[in-house]
């Protein structure tokens, strides 16, 4: 398989300017983060807020330039591609279609706007691409000339499916696509953007707090922690013997519908630290059950498990079984 995305060793970083940590404060959004997504694949982003996945998306959509590292797509730079050209690659769709749509413009408008930045078209070519791309994404060509707020929820974001499938982008960075819907079309939403990826051969990276949406969708899955990736693996072997003890906690977080078990305990201890003066040695050492004493001091290697990666001092003894350090630009 090729590879349509990657990213290498990617670090953001922001300067606050004032606060009461003071001007010239740094918060590391993101800190070396390396990945590959093969074309047709789906790679699923998960961790707690504040983690740094949305900044993550933002860099690789160009939209963001890193402090070092660089995301390629197609074995590219991103940062060689003009505005236009990046665009026609990669494209998203966000979460809350309700502030993502202009309420002022018609389905027909909204559709083909990013077909008039391009200079895509006529008139007519770009009005019968849009019709196009309505039953693509299962609405009926009528609703062209409604407005958002005459939409369902469902509806609207099918709409802002189709706005990003217009330009036929390569790539699709799904950023909650379910959660500001009723529970009731959440599924016909995820069951659309598969049958999409099928149709169309997309790439998709999926964010979502949502387990049960990343089990469903991905064919991979990337955990964040405070701005680092600290596993990935194929999505049935990470929900089935996750490896690192916040993958594990993230797991053992999710509510059953069995009132019998009661809540949830994921056994972290403190809370989530503060991202601008991250913990040495390993950042997720002060809430892990499993800490020794070099989590404190030095932060873990990456290493391959198998066909996954982690990043954790439990696999770096001699207990581990086979694992390989592996380097900054290999994940």
């Given amino acids: 398989m090729t590879v349509a995305i990657e990213a290498r060793d990617l670090h953001r970083s922001y300067r606050l300017s004032r606060g009461a940590w003071g001007a010239g ?15 047709g ?23 963001e330039q890193p402090n070092a590292g660089q995301v390629l797509i197609d074995g590219r730079p991103v940062a060689e591609m003009g505005r236009l050209e990046r665009a026609r690659k990669i494209q998203i769709v966000f979460q809350d279609p309700n502030s993502s749509l202009n309420p002022r413009k018609s389905v027909l408008s909204i559709l083909t706007m990013p077909l008039r930045v391009h200079g895509l078209g006529s008139r007519q070519e770009r009005e019968r691409r ?7 994404v299962g609405l009926p060509r009528r609703l062209l000339q409604s407005r958002p707020s005459g939409l369902s929820g469902g509806q609207r974001q099918r709409v802002a499916i189709a706005r990003a499938l217009i330009v036929r982008p390569e790539i ?3 950023d909650e696509p379910t959660s500001a819907l009723d529970v009731s079309v959440q599924a016909q939403i995820l069951n659309l953007l598969q049958d999409l990826r099928a149709e169309l051969g997309l790439t998709y990276i999926v964010i979502s707090h949502n387990l049960a949406v990343i089990e469903h969708m991905a064919t991979r899955v990337a955990v964040m922690y405070l701005g680092r990736l600290v596993e990935e693996n194929a999505t049935a072997a990470l929900f089935s013997s996750p490896r690192h003890p916040y993958t594990a906690a993230l797991l ?22 503060n991202p601008l003066a991250p913990p040495e040695g390993c950042r997720f050492h002060p ?24 990043e954790c001092h439990l696999y770096g003894g001699s207990g581990a079984g086979k694992q390989e350090s592996v380097g900054s630009h290999a994940r």
Avoid: N, Y
């Avoid at 849009?130 to 693509?136: K, T």
């Avoid at 069995?258 to 972290?268: I, S, V």
């Fill in 287 to 310: 809430r892990c059950p499993q800490a020794m004493a070099a989590c404190s001091r030095q932060a873990p290697a990456p290493l391959r498990c198998g066909e996954g990666l982690v």
């Fill in 130 to 136: 849009a019709a196009e791309v309505m039953d693509q």
């Fill in 252 to 273: 053992a977080s999710v509510l059953t519908p069995d009132p019998a078990l009661g809540l949830p305990e994921t056994d972290l201890g403190g809370d989530f630290p």
């Fill in 25 to 39: 404060a740094r918060v590391q959004a993101v800190s070396g983060v390396s990945f590959q997504v093969e074309r």
């Fill in 41 to 63: 694949s789906v790679l699923g982003l998960v961790g707690e807020s504040g983690c740094g996945k949305s900044t993550l998306a933002r860099l690789l959509l160009g939209l």
């Fill in 172 to 174: 699709l960075i799904c």
